[in-house]
């Protein structure tokens, strides 16, 4: 951001207790762009025995992810994210657990993570390239945005895999 979004006036970097921030250069404004990191909300889904993972379109081919998407106004965290599942992969979700908040610093942004039991027949949504249905036992994490959370409920339901006896 370039310009003051009050008065149209440059922004200008000022530090003050060790953090820059832009503020406007306009003395009567006062305008400061704190860059506020942006909550998202995602769901790792399972459906029958999968979980399922998405590529958003624009994404590289090989990338999957959970579902995710932003809040919109008026919306909890938890009616957000299973409408997106009702838009990314068409199915009615229900909420089983919280999984975690997770700083994704190279986006500003925050996760909240859920696991979310979906029903019905997958319909791939308008924003979606792909989705692929993995069972838990080849669910393997990322160590990238919602790859945390991935990783925290395999480790919550037993670890990664089926244990060798
Ligand atoms: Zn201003």
Redesign the pocket.
Known sequence: MKF?P??G?ALVPSTQEGRTRLI?S?ES?G?IFHDNPVPVVAALVEHGQTVLLVRNKGWPDKWYGLVSGFLERGETPEEGILREVKEEVGLRGEIISFIGAYAFLEMNQVILAYHVRAHGEIVVGEEIAGVKAVPPDKLRPWPLGTGHAVRDWLAARGGLGPTVA
């Open positions: 003051c009050a008065c006036s406007c306009s404004c305008y």
